[in-house]
């Protein structure tokens, strides 16, 4: 009982969806849109190199521009790499991260994160002036008025 009285139907209900979505139940038509993106896409079910060994033929690279277009394994990091699988012997794209890229972005993100510590570190400086002033002015108050 809470302090105005027994929860009502609204808290219990809001109290079960919030625990469904904690313990990570989904409703069942979220559970049935993505079954059938799952079956749907036929490219998990022909990457040979997730269920099999391979050898990489051609070490990761950039795309080029037909590849941008047309291998879809170019569209997330722009990067692949070529590989054949062992049992099945079929050359396929993998996509793949280059180390360029990785220290390219990596350095991107310290220069942008110390250009924000530079942005606040001027404003701290800049309050502290503007602190410091009123309480200078407070002192010269309090002394004037002796």
Do not use: N
């Not at 989904?26 to 990457?47: H, L």
């Not at 220069?111 to 002036?129: D, E, S, T």
């Amino acid at each position: 009982m809470g302090p105005r009285g027994p929860p009502g139907p609204r808290c219990c209900l809001l109290l079960g969806v919030l625990g469904a979505l904690v313990c990570g139940l989904r409703p069942a038509a979220a559970m049935a849109v993505s079954d059938e993106r799952r079956s749907a896409s036929p490219v998990t079910a022909t990457q040979c190199w997730l269920v099999e060994d391979y050898a990489v033929v051609q070490e990761c690279a950039p795309c080029s521009g037909f590849q941008a277009a047309s291998v879809t394994e170019c569209r997330p990091t722009g990067f692949v790499e070529k590989v054949v699988c062992s049992t099945s012997k079929r050359d396929e794209y993998k996509r793949c991260r280059s180390a360029v890229m990785e220290a390219r972005v990596f350095w991107r993100f310290v220069g942008a994160m110390m250009g924000v510590a530079a942005v606040f570190a001027v404003l701290v400086v800049c309050r502290q002036r503007v602190l410091d002033r009123k309480a200078l002015e407070k002192v010269r108050k309090q002394i004037e008025s002796i």
